[in-house]
């Protein structure tokens, strides 16, 4: 049996019937298929996959290891339904270390940016700032639905389905986020979408474009849209809110991923060095 014909199994048996983001493991086999979809699933070595993974880690060290990891998956799901003997020849490959991403806006970026988008064509103002304000991952603004919003509660709830960790995710609405909602409820019409894309029935698509040309107007490099989701986050560590009450705010499930924002949670330590520059100085 080939590496390809354990693909196949594998996306037709298991990820487009259990998995929500299949689109992955198809991005995945489109990009890297042409590399294994001949080669026998027997013949695939640890060193064979370590070759590989330094060779794209080349161009890209997190393309490297997301796709090191794909094609683990691949090859643990058939060992589980007896497809494949093992072992899984991506174990104890060594994997290249992705830096977890850090940015945000910056106060002065913050500013202009704000400026700026104030200015911007009412869609793209109104889903950045829902961005911004909510802490929600791109994917879920895009897609938000009117049933989804309680006004008089002041929550948006994101269904299970749609949601990264599996389980339905209660987003609590500032009054500033209400006003946009209450904005874009005038001017959308029947449409069931918060953003209604431009055919019917379908949501809004990433709006890559007009993203880029806001960046270009507020003079702010390298930031992405998820970018909104960590600056809300920045700014409730900075402003001291607890590890906990972030990842809850922005839906954790695993509290590791909260911990990118424990280097901003300064208020004790900066309290702590000033005393103890007090007690220096007598």
């Given at each position: 049996?080939?590496?390809?014909?354990?693909?196949?199994?594998?996306?037709?048996?298991?990820?487009?019937s259990?998995?929500?983001?299949?689109r992955n493991?198809?991005?995945?086999w489109?990009?890297?298929?042409?590399?294994?979809?001949?080669?026998?699933?027997a013949?695939?070595?640890r060193l064979?996959?370590?070759?590989?993974?330094?060779?794209?880690?080349?161009?890209s060290?997190?393309?490297?290891t997301r796709?090191?990891?794909q094609l683990?998956?691949v090859?643990?799901?058939a060992?589980r339904?007896g497809l494949?003997?093992g072992?899984?020849?991506?174990?104890g490959?060594?994997?290249?270390?992705?830096a977890?991403?850090?940015?945000?806006?910056?106060?002065?970026?913050l500013?202009?940016f704000?400026?700026?988008l104030?200015g911007e064509?009412?869609?793209?103002?109104?889903f950045?700032?829902?961005?911004?304000?909510t802490?929600?991952r791109?994917?879920?603004?895009?897609?938000?639905?009117w049933?989804e919003?309680?006004v008089?509660?002041a929550?948006?709830?994101?269904p299970?389905e749609?949601?990264k960790?599996g389980?339905?995710?209660?987003v609590p609405?500032c009054?500033?986020?209400?006003a946009?909602l209450?904005?874009r409820?005038?001017t959308?019409g029947?449409s069931?979408?918060v953003?209604?894309?431009?055919?019917?029935?379908?949501?809004l698509k990433?709006?890559?474009r007009?993203?880029?040309?806001?960046?270009?107007?507020?003079?702010?490099?390298?930031?992405?849209?998820?970018?909104?989701?960590?600056?809300?986050?920045?700014?409730m560590a900075i402003?001291?809110?607890?590890l906990?009450?972030i990842?809850?705010?922005l839906g954790?499930?695993?509290?590791?991923s909260t911990?990118?924002y424990?280097?901003?949670?300064?208020?004790?330590v900066?309290?702590a060095?000033?005393?103890?520059?007090g007690?220096?100085?007598?």
């Amino acid at each position: 049996m080939t590496v390809g014909h354990l693909f196949e199994q594998y996306f037709n048996r298991h990820v487009r019937s259990r998995l929500r983001n299949w689109r992955n493991a198809h991005y995945f086999w489109r990009v890297h298929g042409g590399r294994w979809a001949g080669v026998p699933a027997a013949s695939v070595s640890r060193l064979d996959v370590q070759a590989w993974c330094d060779e794209l880690a080349a161009r890209s060290p997190s393309a490297s290891t997301r796709a090191v990891d794909q094609l683990s998956a691949v090859f643990g799901w058939a060992i589980r339904r007896g497809l494949f003997g093992g072992p899984n020849p991506c174990a104890g490959v060594e994997k290249h270390k992705i830096a977890a991403r850090e940015r945000f806006l910056l106060p002065g970026e913050l500013r202009r940016f704000c400026a700026v988008l104030d200015g911007e064509e009412p869609t793209l103002r109104d889903f950045v700032w829902l961005s911004l304000l909510t802490g929600a991952r791109r994917s879920n603004v895009l897609s938000m639905r009117w049933e989804e919003i309680d006004v008089d509660l002041a929550v948006w709830r994101i269904p299970a389905e749609k949601f990264k960790n599996g389980s339905s995710h209660l987003v609590p609405l500032c009054p500033d986020a209400l006003a946009v909602l209450a904005r874009r409820k005038e001017t959308v019409g029947p449409s069931p979408y918060v953003f209604p894309g431009r055919r019917p029935g379908q949501h809004l698509k990433e709006p890559k474009r007009a993203w880029q040309r806001l960046l270009r107007r507020a003079e702010i490099g390298d930031l992405r849209i998820h970018d909104l989701r960590r600056t809300l986050g920045s700014y409730m560590a900075i402003q001291g809110e607890s590890l906990t009450v972030i990842g809850q705010a922005l839906g954790h499930k695993d509290p590791r991923s909260t911990m990118v924002y424990a280097r901003l949670h300064l208020g004790a330590v900066r309290h702590a060095m000033e005393r103890a520059v007090g007690s220096m100085r007598g």
